[in-house]
């Protein structure tokens, strides 16, 4: 293999650079109108009047949707889709307002700037009604989600309090994470144009196929009718991987407006109507013997879910398996509130619940007197217990090696408060990663033309984790083409279907079916070559054939033959296949995940709270790395919100009304360049013969887990003080 595991520029990088790239929000079509959702400002209640009437005299205006005139809709615009990516969207079919930010009108006109200029003026009179907004108030009303995940939401193994009456060391903690929401910097965007009964749709998405399902059944056509395009996605982190309501109303507004109509979000309205990370209240119970074995563990998790429908956080999730101990008990609850529902957010469960979990750990070891590096090991998981199945590889304790090794965790003071720089505390801390890693059924096509090249298509998204270049990658290799050879292409709901992008899973499932099908077209091409009497090759065995950078050649060199010239003289002039991909058996056989291991710095300032972090290191088992420059990008960039997690990021509902008071990037605070330092990534050899037919696991999600719950970790080490809030600012530090 000569392309899979080099480290290789991004193929649409120049795009990018040089402005050339086209978001949904830059398509234009002719007679584009321009629209703009107008969003409810109570948190409960019902419209009980709305005048469109000095909107309508404005100029270039063509039209204002409410629910008093909206097309209605055969779902009344309930999910048409079954969550997790169906949604009960907000489509003007009534009246009732369920959370501060819902929907509730579209203006659409021939400029933006005409459709803000109306928008401003369309007034709603409201009977509200007393919201459920306060967290600790609702937690009574509580709930269980029954499934989680596909399993059950609770689970236990063993007795976890008759096992912690005897232990030698007891701790019960509470651990709260905020609301977050994602904030890409290209927000949601949606372009919809009908020719006659067909619909094209532009969407800023990680699911296209996903997005024409939900269309059609909400709208109530047939998918076929529904074409979805997506060449270029600018940040989505589980944010876009639903079909929300602005994609419904854009195309609802394109109907009634008879021409194309672009709606893009602001930013403020991607706080709420789009989902966002639920507020987490977990209570943990740990139970060790003297030398930190764990007898019993407690992880029992609340998060908040909207009044609309339920949506899960699995945060207690990662406790069924990440160490090992016979008496477990975990269990995930739903608080409703009136705000918008939530959805994936970069590791949506293990970056919460990794937090409290790795927390408790060095809670444990703290009072155990026990380095946390050795707590860990003492309590290494050899199988997934939760499961009662083995790994289907895990090098975590590898990668414990060599991120201490690297972070030089050895000269770690264990006493509190016993490192300085100067006039700064120093802290080291660190947590443990993992994230399962799976895929979905994903297909593939390729194309093998005369002139040597390959096109190679899925309806896959990039988000900007470099999808077109690690396909070619895949694609080249299993071809046996040269790089440069092949074209990859996504976005398409006319191209073979593939599954959401999301899970970090992508490159397990996309790859895996781009893998399939270009094998049989090599065996198709090999093949063809020892049917052809013009080929050198005529009346070989197709065993003794094999293909590098584009040729034909034998085993002992003697005869080659380029692959286009194979092609060229066959009857079609080219070879189109295509191939699919799916699990097996195997996800029953066995547990598969990706781990590593984070260790953190921080340098707090004793008088003013202020907590900086100097280095970062992460060693990760992710199977087979495809293309080693993307994949240290896409760890750095979890090991980056990691750090956003742990001292920044919170949204900030207002208890009166449910509007979000910081929905903006001047007070939503995510880390400038100024606050990260040195991050180093190490990639720890893996094979993994069972996970996938290529070997590698998901990356883009297991760099954020164990790093806020190492940051906590390492701030207590530097101040003596645990924080087991969420962002830990630097108030929590002077108090």
Avoid at 229 to 234: D, Q, S, T
Avoid at 638 to 651: C, K
Wanted: glycine share 10%; proline share 6%.
């Amino acid at each position: 293999m000569k392309q899979i595991g080099a480290s290789l520029d991004r193929i649409d990088g120049p795009l990018k650079v040089t402005g050339s790239a086209r978001y949904t929000a830059e398509i234009t079509l002719p007679r584009l109108a321009h629209a703009v959702m107008l969003q409810s400002t109570i948190a409960r209640g019902r419209i009980r009047d709305v005048d469109t009437s000095a909107a309508q005299r404005m100029p270039g205006v063509i039209a204002v949707l409410t629910h008093r005139n909206a097309m209605k809709l055969p779902q009344g615009g309930r999910a048409a889709v079954e969550p997790p990516h169906g949604r009960v969207l907000s489509l003007l079919q009534d009246d009732r307002v369920h959370y501060n930010g819902q929907p509730v009108a579209v203006v659409v006109a021939d400029t933006i700037e005409q459709a803000n200029a109306a928008a401003e003026v369309v007034t709603l009179d409201y009977q509200a009604e007393t919201p459920a907004l306060e967290f600790g108030k609702q937690r009574q009303h509580a709930h269980s989600p029954g499934q989680v995940l596909g399993m059950d939401a609770d689970s236990r193994r063993g007795d976890p309090g008759h096992a912690a009456a005897t232990a030698e060391h007891r701790k019960s903690m509470i651990y709260t994470t905020p609301m977050e929401h994602h904030n890409p910097m290209e927000p949601h965007a949606t372009l919809a144009a009908w020719d006659g009964d067909r619909l094209t749709l532009y969407d800023s998405s990680q699911y296209v196929a996903g997005v024409r399902s939900t269309v059609a059944e909400t709208l109530g056509i047939p998918p076929e009718r529904v074409r979805v395009r997506n060449l270029f996605v600018g940040g989505a982190f589980g944010g876009k991987g639903s079909a929300w309501s602005h994609v419904v109303l854009a195309a609802m507004a394109a109907r009634q407006a008879g021409r194309p109509v672009r709606l893009v979000l602001e930013r403020p309205q991607l706080f709420g109507p789009v989902g966002g990370r639920p507020q987490t209240e977990q209570h943990l119970q740990l139970a060790s013997e003297r030398d930190g074995a764990l007898l019993a563990l407690e992880h029992h998790a609340f998060s908040n879910t909207s009044t609309l429908e339920d949506w899960t956080e699995p945060s207690a999730m990662i406790s069924r398996m990440l160490y090992a101990c016979s008496n477990v008990a975990t269990s995930h609850r739903l608080v409703p509130l009136n705000v918008g529902t939530p959805t994936f957010q970069r590791a949506p469960g293990e970056s919460t619940g990794s937090f409290a979990l790795e927390s408790a750990i060095d809670e444990v070891a703290t009072e155990a007197g026990i380095d946390p590096l050795q707590m860990r090991l003492r309590n290494y998981a050899e199988t997934d217990m939760g499961r009662k199945l083995p790994f289907s590889s895990k090098s975590l304790r590898e990668c414990y090696r060599v991120g201490a090794e690297r972070f030089g965790w050895a000269r770690r003071n264990p006493q509190a408060r016993s490192m300085r720089h100067g006039r700064w505390l120093v802290g080291l801390g660190m947590g443990t990663a993992s994230r399962p890693a799976k895929r979905m059924p994903a297909a593939a096509g390729v194309r093998l033309l005369p002139d040597g090249t390959a096109i190679v298509r899925s309806s896959t998204e990039d988000l900007g984790t470099g999808t077109y270049t690690v396909m070619a990658q895949v694609a080249a290799d299993t071809l046996g083409y040269p790089m440069q050879r092949v074209r990859f292409e996504l976005g398409d709901t006319d191209f073979p279907e593939a599954p959401i992008s999301a899970g970090s899973m992508t490159v397990e499932s996309v790859g895996s079916a781009v893998h399939a099908a270009c094998s049989d077209a090599r065996r198709q091409l090999i093949r063809m070559a020892c049917a052809d009497p013009h080929s050198p090759f005529s009346g070989a065995g197709a065993d003794e054939v094999r293909i590098e950078d584009g040729w034909l050649r034998d085993a002992g060199g003697k005869r080659r033959e380029p692959v286009a010239a194979v092609i060229a003289r066959s009857p079609r002039q080219a070879i189109d296949v295509q191939g699919s991909s799916q699990a097996g058996d195997e996800t029953e056989r066995y547990s598969m995940h990706s781990f590593g291991a984070v260790f953190v710095e921080v340098h707090v300032d004793p008088q003013l709270g202020i907590v900086r972090v100097p280095r970062a290191v992460g060693a990760y088992g992710v199977g087979t790395v495809i293309n080693e420059k993307t994949a240290r990008s896409q760890l750095m960039g979890g090991i980056v919100w990691g750090i956003s997690q742990a001292l920044f990021e919170a949204s900030v509902p207002d208890p009166r009304n449910g509007r979000f008071v910081n929905a903006n990037l001047a007070e939503y605070h995510v880390p400038v360049n100024a606050d990260i330092r040195d991050i180093a990534v190490l990639f720890v050899p893996e094979h993994d013969a069972q996970v996938n037919p290529i070997g590698a696991k998901g990356l883009g999600e297991v760099g954020m887990t164990g790093v806020a719950g190492a940051l906590a970790n390492a701030i207590y080490h530097a101040t003596g003080r645990r924080i087991r809030e969420l962002p830990i600012t630097l108030d929590k530090l002077l108090l």
